[in-house]
């Protein structure tokens, strides 16, 4: 496979062509940013650690039936991808309170819901990422109720699958970040998951194993994003 012209660049990846207009190259960066880009950083060795926790994580939900554009590792921060057309919806995934929810409700962090919340934010780092509703993404021609539909339960499943697994390595998955997209007629799931896009907290202690000892300095934010590696993918 030929890897060709940069196409796309954010805050946490690059997008290459290819010699197949089916497939792309996405390169995991160590840069890290929070607070919609206010506070910037450099995680050494995290583009390594997202790029091999992602892997693993879509071909674990793989086994579950969860289709992705994830085709495979090609390098310790480079993976082929499908060349999918992204759906500008972020679907939140919250089991347990913490983060914007509980200063947008006035509630106390760590409360574990009954079920889990379901929400939707627009991806539009220039309007702050709002949150937004069924009706808006439908109305706003977004994406049509289909898709909303599949959208909402893929994420419903991939979470629940996921529970289970982070459950066994005794880790909470406290809340995660979804993303899809439109491939030759189908909604797959696209992007990333590993600590930059999930939250973690250890069970027993609720020590946070995610970019939240970026966000709010917490210390050993290299060394917390090694272990989450370990722990994901073993030795």
């Known amino acids: 496979m030929e890897k060709?012209?940069?196409?796309?660049?954010g805050k946490a990846k690059i997008l290459f062509e290819t010699n197949d207009p089916d497939l792309l190259i996405q390169r995991f960066k160590d840069d890290a940013t929070a607070f919609d880009g206010i506070k910037k950083g450099t995680i050494i060795g995290k583009g390594i650690a997202n790029n091999t926790i992602s892997a693993y994580l879509f071909e674990l939900l793989?086994?579950?039936?969860i289709k992705s554009h994830f085709e495979k590792k090609l390098s310790d921060i480079e993976m082929v991808i499908k060349n999918v057309e992204i759906i500008p919806v972020e679907v939140?995934?919250?089991?347990?309170?913490t983060g914007s929810l509980c200063k947008r409700y006035g509630i106390k962090e760590g409360i574990a819901f009954k079920k889990p919340i379901v929400e939707f934010y627009y991806k539009d780092d220039a309007l702050h990422?709002?949150?937004m509703n069924e009706d808006?993404?439908?109305g706003l021609e977004i994406a049509g109720t289909e898709e909303i539909a599949e959208m909402r339960q893929q994420a419903l499943k991939i979470n629940e699958i996921l529970q289970r697994f982070f459950n066994s390595i005794d880790v909470t998955l406290i809340d995660l970040k979804l993303e899809f997209g439109r491939f030759k007629g189908k909604v797959l799931l696209a992007d990333e998951i590993s600590p930059d896009t999930c939250r973690f907290w250890e069970k027993g202690t609720n020590r946070k194993l995610d970019k939240d000892r970026f966000r709010h300095d917490l210390g050993d934010v290299e060394k917390t994003y090694k272990?989450?590696?370990k722990r994901i993918v073993g030795d």
């Not at 793989?62 to 039936?65: V, Y």
């Open 62 to 65: 793989a086994k579950d039936g």
């Open 136 to 138: 808006h993404i439908f």
């Open 227 to 229: 272990e989450m590696m």
């Open 129 to 131: 990422d709002p949150l």
């Open 92 to 97: 939140v995934i919250r089991n347990v309170s």
């Open 4 to 9: 060709g012209k940069r196409l796309y660049e």
